[in-house]
């Protein structure tokens, strides 16, 4: 059984990160590290992340506030797993996604990064499906043609991924977009899909 990475970046989030942790942890998937970095919060987040006590996770603390693009790099060259995956810290993942993603991975061997669909809540009471296009051709496609068919929150990639593309470029730092670029350039290399599971 492959070991999968989760990495989570963490900002200000006291509201929403012990359920996006806890979701990680209870899922059906287990040979996970989970590697959680605090972006110098200046709420409770980190407290509560000191609060956790599981094998599985590593908590590291920014000494300055460098902002979630370079918070994430740092933690993506600490991965030892096979495969990386994120968790946003304001975001919750059905039990069983990491698990379908890695499927995914096992069913082709040419696969190198996989998403899936999702659920946007915008209250305890209104949420919406938003379901994603599936197949490579259709993704590279709707890529092409200025779309972003994508979760960036929902993705993993395969470690030799990284190895050719790298982490997310700095230009981004601060600005927003750093996900689009970084599948744009994965997809124009690798072969993509997406789960059209909300996860």
């Known amino acids: ?3 999968i990475s989760v990495i989570m970046c963490c900002y200000n989030c006291e509201k929403f990160v012990a359920n996006a942790v806890s979701s990680i942890l209870n899922q059906t998937y287990d040979n996970l590290e989970i590697l959680i970095i605090d972006d110098c919060s200046t709420d409770k987040t980190f407290e509560i992340l000191t609060k956790l006590n599981d094998r599985r996770i590593t908590l590291y603390k920014n000494e300055v506030n460098i902002g979630y693009l370079l918070s994430f790099n740092k933690m ?5 797993g096979n495969y990386i ?3 946003d810290a304001d975001d919750w ?3 069983e996604r990491i698990e379908l993603l890695y499927n995914e991975f096992k069913k082709n061997e ?3 990064l996989c998403g899936s ?3 946007r809540y915008y209250s305890e009471k209104k949420s919406k499906d938003v379901i994603l296009p599936s197949k490579n051709h259709i993704l590279k496609n709707e890529l092409i043609n200025g779309r972003f068919p994508f979760c960036g929150s929902s993705v993993m990639i395969a470690k030799e991924v990284y190895k050719k593309v790298g982490g997310y470029r700095e230009y981004f730092s601060r600005k927003g977009g750093e996900d689009i670029d970084g599948i744009i350039r994965i997809s124009e290399v690798f072969q993509v899909s997406n789960i059209i599971k909300c996860l």
């Open 1 to 3: 059984m492959d070991k």
């Open 76 to 80: 993506i060259k600490k991965c030892t």
């Open 85 to 87: 995956t994120f968790q």
């Open 93 to 95: 993942s059905t039990k």
């Open 110 to 112: 040419n696969l190198m």
């Open 117 to 119: 669909s999702y659920t």
